[in-house]
Each structure stands twice: as structure tokens, then as C-alpha cells.
């Protein structure tokens, strides 16, 4: 049987910082964001027997082995682990962009496609809810791993959506925009490759520090309320809301990289001001920060300037993903 899953990236908005436990199991959290049209595609398939091991995997390297506990892969044994599956599989797993240290949430995107295609293999249909929630356990319990709660949602769910917690409770609201309004967003947004690939690891950890000892409660506040305004600028479409969302963006970027010394530096501060000069309407790093992309608001008429102004990096025109994580091929023999 050959299996073939797409699972999105996603660019988070506002809000950032107060999806973590750590904050939000005593303060409401909120975030607002969206997948988009990037994605990791999975292919798992079936050995039928003259291989001379058990489990293949393909991605950034290529692992064979024959037991489940030899897998180097985090997700990919404890998942399989987890589910009891027993079958010999070869694992392909591809990206329409770099995944390590992107700051498009591709860690949890795997986990939630990964979750996908295990479950159309043994025949379960879980609900968008039920696979985040299992995608967050894996992550966060299995492989106690610092990360935030959104990614997941996001992956799973498709869309551009306010996502809120508090204690255990999650809460999806889909952001209601116009086809006009929502025509001019997929039109004006753009990744710019910062060249930095980050370790998310030590920029969370010192952004988890900093939460847990409140020293940053202050600043996580004002991004929850950001997420409010920016829903209602969203779903009223009004004239100039593209220019408002945009000088938003650049705010809670300043407000953001104050969170800790590991979230910005002077390459990135000057990359954010060459997009702000290029004439786009706002713009801010995507992800925890230290590299990564940064996602910019920008006319349509101004992409050409802006590619122009910070060459050699690569600027990626991209859209709202509607479907979220999705089984697009099954093959049974």
C-alpha cells in the first residue's frame, strides 16, 4: 500500500509567545495565523519482503534499519511506537521549503502529516481537533519537546484562524474575511529568506525561561490584544486595513524581539529595514526567531523593488492553504 499525505506550513500573525503552557495555563493566550500554500508531503510504502531491512526513512539523510527502537527519527519511532504498527514501511518526506529552523512551524507540520498518515494506514479517521491534540502530545509528552500549542492547530485545520487557550481549553474561531479581502492578502504576501537557518531550541528556551519568571508578561499581554484588533481589521475589509495589518506586523515584531537577546540580531534588524524601505506595508519574523523567514505585507507593484533590494536571499510569493493536513493519494495492492 502506498500512502502519499500533505500537511502545510503556517505563518502566525499576532499572538506568539502566549501559546505556551507556560503562559497560558495562567493568562489567556490567543494567536491568529494561517497555513499556507507550502507543504511537507509524506509517502510511506509498503516493503513487500526482499528488502534486506525493515524500515527505510528518506529526508535530510537516509536511515535503514530493522527495528523501530533503531530509528533515528524522533517523530517518525515514537509514532510508530506509540501505534503499535507493525509493518516494514519506506518513509519519503519532502518540503516545498527548507524545514530545519524556518520558523513556518514545519516541526509540528511533520508530526501532524506524519500522525495523518499513520492513521489512513491502519484505517482511522480522526478529526482535525483529535489529530492536533495527538500531534501536541507527541510533541510536548512523548518527546518533551518546548513548544507551543498553535502550530499544530494550524497544520491540521487549514485556514486562516484565531485559536484561543486557556488552562486545558482550546477554542478554533475561522476568521471570516471577504473573497475581495482575502484576494488582496493571498496577493500581498511574501517570505524573505533570511540566509539563517536558527536553533529553535535555545531561542524557546530562553523565551520559556523568561515567560515562566514573568518577566515578560507585560509584552505577551499586548501581543493576546493584537490578535483581537487584527481579527476585526481582517473580517471588516475596510479601506486601508492592508496598510493598517502591516504597520501591526512591524509593532508586534519591535514588541517581539524584546522578548529575549536570542530573538533578534543586527543581520536581522537590517534585513527588516531594507523590507520596510523596499515600501512594503509591514513586515516581522516568522517563529520563535534568530532566522528563519520573515513574512512581508508588500504591493503586488513593489515585489520586483524588494527582491532587487535584498539579493541574494530568496523572496517566496504565498497563499492561504484552505485544506490543512490532507491524504491526496492511497494506493492499496
Known sequence: MLTVTRTPLRISLFGGGTDYPEYFERAPGAVVGTAIDKYIIIAALDLIGCQDYNYRLSYSRIEHCNNVEDIEHPVVREVLKHFDVNRRLDISIISDLPAAGSGLGSSSAFTVGFLRTIYTILNQKPTKIELSKKAIEVEREILRENVGVQDQLHAAFGGINRFDFSGSAIRISPVQ????????????????????????????AAQIAVTRARAIDKELSELYRLVEECVSLLEAGTSGWLTQLGDMLSASWRIKRTLSREVSNAVLDDLFEAIIASGAYGAKLCGAGGGGFFLALIDPDRLPTLTERVAPLSVVPIGIDVDGSTLIYRQTR
Open 177 to 204: 474575511m471577504s473573497s475581495a479581502a482575502t484576494k488582496q492578502l493571498n496577493a500581498s504576501m511574501v517570505l524573505v529568506h533570511t540566509g539563517i537557518a536558527r536553533r529553535a531550541t535555545t531561542t524557546v
